[in-house]
């Protein structure tokens, strides 16, 4: 590879890549835990000290940096508001503080570490065409889990979901971080991957999503990321002369960030109040199907003591529910609820104890739940 520029981190990099294929399915663990993060932490430092000494690009143009940091809210709400279609499942992550400091180490470092391998290598080699596909193609490789392979060698099916669901779209992306690091800088796929990255670590629910749609949200997001940015990168170039520092537009994207963090926090659980779409007429008389109910949360207090014709927010399963509290059953020390759809005929057969219970009505707003209600209907018919 002639006029091949750090050929030593090329050469660790493979390196790695095959002790990877080997460590991850002798033991997971070790590898996921210790080896990994240790092997990009050590990558990490030596870049900072690398970059001292040669020219490696931050920035191109400031606004794109604003530009992938909207892109990145809006993938993350939309991908959030799947679980009002698809329901959610509780994290398999620990919130406790140090738990999540030592999740951001072992998956956070991983990504920064290869971001700025990706950074270095494309911007020093970026007229080496080879150089570029090689370095995409390792980065690819590095992030495969072998050791599902081996686990789902034998079963056909879940071999091509695991395929659709994580190997197509981790090739999608990498395509797409790549072009993004050429284009502009190795900051905007890593701003990208730490918003996703941090918000699966610290959410405290995720989206209950099957496989396909996982795998077609990876594989599509990509592409339209690259188009928009493609369509920005020749803008640019026809508009150069006309190019200038737009206040009005600076502080329309800053808006729209602190709404779409807002709303994130929102969606998260973070505030007083959540929202809920709901799927049925059970409830007709005070909120229809697609409409969409907003709940405030209680205290634990609260829970034992909520009034008589109340309507609770509850969960059967991974489903949400909103009927209305008839009658309050208590046994010694524990207090049931019965609960009734206002437009049902009959109560409902199960009880319901305050552990199932998210919230109390508080309001509703017409209509705009439809889509969820739509999505929901079409994946399940």
């Known amino acids: 590879m002639r006029y091949l520029k750090n050929k030593v981190l090329l050469t660790i990099l493979t390196l790695y890549t095959l002790i990877t294929m080997y460590m991850i399915t002798k033991d997971n663990v070790l590898y996921t835990n210790i080896i990994n993060p240790l092997f990009w932490s050590c990558i990490i430092i030596y870049l900072l000290w690398y970059t001292k000494h040669c020219y490696i690009r931050f920035f191109k143009n400031k ?45 956070i470092i991983p990504v920064i570490g290869s971001e700025m391998t990706r950074g270095v290598l494309i911007t020093q080699n970026k007229n080496h065409k080879l150089a ?33 669901s994580y190997v197509l779209p981790s090739i999608s992306a990498n395509i797409l ?25 610290l959410s405290p629910i995720l989206p209950n999503i099957d496989w396909f749609v ?15 940015f493609k369509y920005r990168f020749v803008k640019e170039k026809q508009d150069i002369r006309r190019r200038n520092s737009n206040l009005i537009t600076i502080t329309s994207y800053i ?7 807002t709303l994130i926090c929102f969606m998260l659980g973070a505030f007083m109040y959540e929202p809920i779409a709901i799927l049925s ?58 609960t009734k ?23 509703n707003i017409k209509y705009i739940g439809f889509p969820s209600v739509w999505l929901y209907d079409y994946f399940n018919s």
């Not at 980065?139 to 695991?162: A, H, M, P, R, W």
């Not at 072009?179 to 990208?192: G, M, N, V």
């Open 177 to 201: 971080y790549t072009y993004l690091t050429l284009k502009c800088s190795f900051l905007l796929p890593l701003i990208f991957r730490l918003f996703s990255n941090f918000f699966v670590i």
């Open 63 to 107: 606004k794109y940096v604003i530009y992938i940091t909207v892109i990145s809210c809006i993938q993350v709400i939309t991908y959030f508001y799947l679980g009002f279609i698809f329901g959610f499942s509780k994290s398999p992550y620990n919130h406790k503080i140090q738990f999540m400091l030592y999740n951001i180490i072992i998956y």
């Open 341 to 363: 759809g206002d437009s049902n005929n009959v109560a409902d057969k199960l009880l319901v104890s305050p552990n199932q219970i998210k919230g109390v009505y508080t309001f």
């Open 281 to 338: 007429n059970s409830m007709s008389d005070v909120f229809n199907r697609g409409d969409v109910v907003i709940y405030r949360k209680l205290t634990d207090e609260e829970l034992n003591k909520i009034p008589l014709y109340s309507i609770i927010i509850y969960s059967v399963g991974e489903q949400y529910i909103a009927h209305r509290v008839i009658s309050i059953i208590k046994d010694n020390a524990h207090v049931y609820y019965q």
């Open 132 to 164: 570029l596909i090689y370095t995409t193609i390792i980065l690819i490789l590095i992030g495969i889990n072998y050791n599902v392979y081996t686990q789902l060698f034998s079963n056909k099916e879940q071999f091509f979901q695991y395929n659709c």
């Open 214 to 228: 996982t795998g077609s949200i990876g594989m599509l997001s990509p592409v339209i990321i690259y188009v928009l």
């Open 255 to 261: 808006i729209t960030l602190a709404l779409s963090i």
